[in-house]
């Protein structure tokens, strides 16, 4: 009987950077799962053999050897039979390195297809590695590896720009970026006739993103019809960046099947069955389409002899058209960084966290993540996740624990610890203490004056001179010195007593530093370099204040952690400064840094997202705030934030590894590259800047 009904699955897989062994276990359970399913046609990950970040290990040979040997292994596995599968790897053709789709059935490679629009802004190098393949709808014979040849049978095979022709419909590649770059190969594949469109990616996740690529793929479908596969890497692959899966599967402009964004899973495998028919009938009803289509010039086809399609199915009803549901941003800031946590702990085999807590916004919202983080791996064990449940048991050194609770897994992970000095306040300490006990952190509240003031007389002994704060009459560099020393005490103490905190309980290991600068502070310069913040890892790095707020907010009613309430309410203070005679709090961050958080997040987007020098951002708050202030004060106001950011931008080459999550991140390592030595007054600017004041009065 006939039937257009096709079986086709995509994955989300938790890959990482040279981990061969582990990625090629994934994959293979991918398979199994989407033949499991019945499903003819299953799509990986972008580079899903290597991982997608391994960044200079492109350059390696080894890289591309592994990736063959991987591949060999999946060739001669006979539960890779029956099913074509489309892997990513790094292929190497006449000297030149590119990153391909490689497409094989029943131990036979069918064709290798090269990205033809490598990802080069934001986060993006690929070019450093990789050349785009130029020759478009063309092919040439690739000369397979000899150990590969022996597996195969098959000396060479076409790579290029080819679809490949099954019993039913057509499948066409459009690898990552090609769907975000102006001129997407699924136009001209649509129109050819290419019913299936596989998209092969290794995106990240980044707030409020997620909207775009489900547009993207929306429109691409609806304009030009077509069966769209999106397939993802999610997790941790050895850096700062969160793959965040999403895979979907969309046909003519709907979406019927949606995976997870941000989940502990390793392999996620979505299976949708559709009738080819529909994308026939739908392009149909498209004039402009069918004359254009008409005019197309053919791809190089590779026909097989295979069906997608299976007898059986044709009682089973087609998958239907979904809702896209998408996370808040809150729950992106809750769910990502944890996912990320999360990877990282279990991939470095340490014992858990340790966040110095300070009861403040910032190292609150790093707490909350942590929370976040053994929610999810509650959760998991809850729903039989063994491959979690048997990493928990590793890192807590225990093969025989089962949680009770989020609480009872974060008592074993997570360690918090207030630190304080005659500065602080009860307050604080309190909050810290509060937060602490909602959670279930291991809490400690310890005092370091003793380090401080063996530091002070080290001082007062050799150079007998007694610095002073500026409230007894110091100066400012006095006053900072005395805040900083404190500053940065806490750090070395986080770091003894991450390491030890373990071994005091019996347990081997140590834990990693969790530091928790927000961007704005970093932009500001607003932290002392090499303290608290100097940690291993910093969730909250990318994120602005004002976004933390939100989420500490959030956080207090989702979690119900009603501890959080007096934290949202009190003023942000760095308590490095005498209090005053009753003990109440007597320095303030934004009086301390001349501008207000918000203030400073509207400098940090236009700086890094609307490439503002400080002409430009003078032109566009003179738009915004010129009924609220004079064109002197705006102008004012941007030379100083400007002369501010330059003289402390050196710190930026510091930074703690954070976790990327806005593109107004001034992470100078992967993503803002810039100078960090200034000429901090910027004369010509600011001249020109002054002169328009001039004018304008
Ligand atoms: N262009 C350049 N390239 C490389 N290094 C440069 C440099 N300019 C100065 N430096 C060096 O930088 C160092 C000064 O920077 P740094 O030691 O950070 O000290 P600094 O920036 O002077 O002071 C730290 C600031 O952070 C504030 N703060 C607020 C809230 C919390 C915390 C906290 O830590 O908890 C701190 C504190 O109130 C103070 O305003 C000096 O060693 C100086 O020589
Ligand atoms: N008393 C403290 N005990 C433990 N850690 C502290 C203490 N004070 C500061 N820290 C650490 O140093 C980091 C920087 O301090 P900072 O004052 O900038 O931030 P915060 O206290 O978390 O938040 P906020 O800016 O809202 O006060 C904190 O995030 C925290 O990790
Ligand atoms: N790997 C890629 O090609 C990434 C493409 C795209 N810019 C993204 O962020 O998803």
């Known amino acids: 009987m006939l039937n257009k009904k096709i079986i086709l699955s995509t994955c ?8 061969f062994e582990g990625n090629y276990r994934r994959i293979l359970q991918s398979i199994k799962e989407a033949k499991s399913k019945n499903s003819k046609y299953r799509l990986g990950p972008e580079l899903e053999i290597c991982g997608y970040g391994c960044q200079d290990h492109f350059y390696e040979s080894d890289t591309f050897l592994h990736s063959w040997q991987v591949l060999g292994r999946l060739l001669i596995d006979p539960e890779c039979k029956d099913i074509l599968v489309d892997v990513g790897m790094p292929v190497m053709h006449k000297g030149v390195a590119y990153n391909c789709r490689v497409f094989f059935l029943n131990g036979k490679i069918i064709l290798i297809r090269p990205k033809l629009a490598l990802a080069d802004d934001e986060n993006y190098r690929e070019r450093r590695y990789f050349t785009a393949w130029t020759k478009l709808k063309q092919t040439e014979e690739f000369h397979l590896p000899g150990f590969i040849r022996e597996i195969v049978g098959q000396v060479t095979v076409p790579i290029g720009d080819a679809v490949i022709q099954t019993n039913e419909a057509t499948i066409g590649s459009e690898i990552c970026e090609e769907l975000w770059s102006p001129l997407s190969p699924h136009i001209n594949l649509a129109l050819d006739g290419v019913e299936i469109i596989s998209n092969a990616s290794g995106s990240h996740h980044q707030l409020r993103k997620a909207d775009r690529r489900v547009n993207l793929i929306r429109n691409a ?5 077509g069966i769209y596969l999106f397939a993802n890497q999610r997790g941790c692959d050895g850096d700062r960046l969160y793959f965040d899966g999403c895979v979907s599967i969309a046909i003519n402009g709907e979406f019927v099947a949606q995976g997870d964004q941000f989940s502990l899973k390793e392999v996620e495998v979505l299976t949708s069955i559709l009738d080819v028919e529909d994308v026939r009938t739908y392009r149909n009803r498209s004039r402009s389409l069918q ?12 026909i097989i002899d295979f069906s997608l399609a299976i007898n059986e199915q044709l009682l089973v009803p087609c998958s239907q058209p979904i809702q896209w549901k998408y996370h808040s941003a809150m729950e992106e800031i809750a769910l990502g960084p944890a996912c990320w946590l999360w990877d990282y702990l279990r991939r470095s085999k340490q014992g858990g966290f340790f966040l110095p807590l300070s009861g403040g916004i910032d190292s609150c919202s790093t707490a909350c993540i942590v929370y976040s983080m053994c929610c999810l791996i509650y959760m998991e064990i809850s729903q039989n996740n063994e491959i979690v449940l048997r990493e928990l048991r590793r890192i807590v050194n225990d093969d025989t624990y089962i949680p009770t609770s989020q609480n009872d897994i974060c008592s074993k992970l997570f360690v918090t610890c207030y630190m304080g000095t005659a500065n602080s306040s009860e307050q604080t300490k309190n909050r810290a203490k509060d937060l602490a006990n909602q959670i279930g952190s291991n809490h400690l509240s ?7 003031n063996a530091v002070l007389s080290i001082w007062n002994t050799t150079m007998r001179i007694i610095p002073k704060f500026k409230v007894n009459g110091g100066s400012e560099i006095e006053n900072l010195a005395l805040q900083n020393i404190q500053a940065r005490l806490r750090m070395v103490i986080s770091y003894f007593f991450a390491q030890l905190s373990l071994w005091a309980v019996g347990r081997p290991g140590g834990l990693l530093v969790l530091g928790s600068a927000n961007v704005d502070e970093s932009l500001r310069g607003y932290f002392t370099k090499y303290d608290c913040s100097s940690a291993d890892l910093n969730p909250i790095g990318s994120i602005s204040k004002t976004d933390l707020r939100s989420f500490i907010l959030y956080c207090s009613e989702s979690f119900k952690l009603t501890s959080l309430k007096s934290i949202y309410d009190a003023p942000p203070t760095a308590e490095l400064e005498p209090l005053s005679s009753d003990g109440t709090i007597q320095q303030n961050d934004e009086a301390d840094m001349g501008m207000t958080y918000e203030e400073l997040s509207v400098y940090g ?3 890094k997202q609307k490439s503002c020098g400080p002409y430009s951002m003078f032109l566009k708050l003179l738009e915004s705030w010129s009924g609220k202030l004079t064109p002197k004060q705006i102008a004012d106001k941007v030379k100083f934030f400007f002369v501010k950011y330059s003289i402390n931008r050196h710190k930026m080459t510091t930074l703690t590894p954070a976790y990327f999550a806005e593109t107004y991140s001034p992470d100078d390592n992967r993503f803002d590259h810039r100078p960090f030595l200034y000429p901090a007054d910027f004369t010509w600017q600011f001249n020109f800047i002054d002169n328009q004041v001039k004018n304008l009065i």
């Not at 479908?221 to 019809?225: E, L, P």
């Not at 310890?446 to 401080?452: G, K, N």
Request: hydrophobic share 45%; proline share 6%; charged share 25%.
């Open 12 to 19: 989300a897989l938790n890959q990482w950077a040279l981990d």
């Open 221 to 225: 479908t609806s304009k030009c019809g």
């Open 446 to 452: 310890i005092v370091i004056d003793l380090a401080v």
């Open 291 to 302: 004359i254009m289509a008409d005019k197309s010039q053919p791809y190089p086809r590779i």
């Open 605 to 607: 987007k236009l700086r």
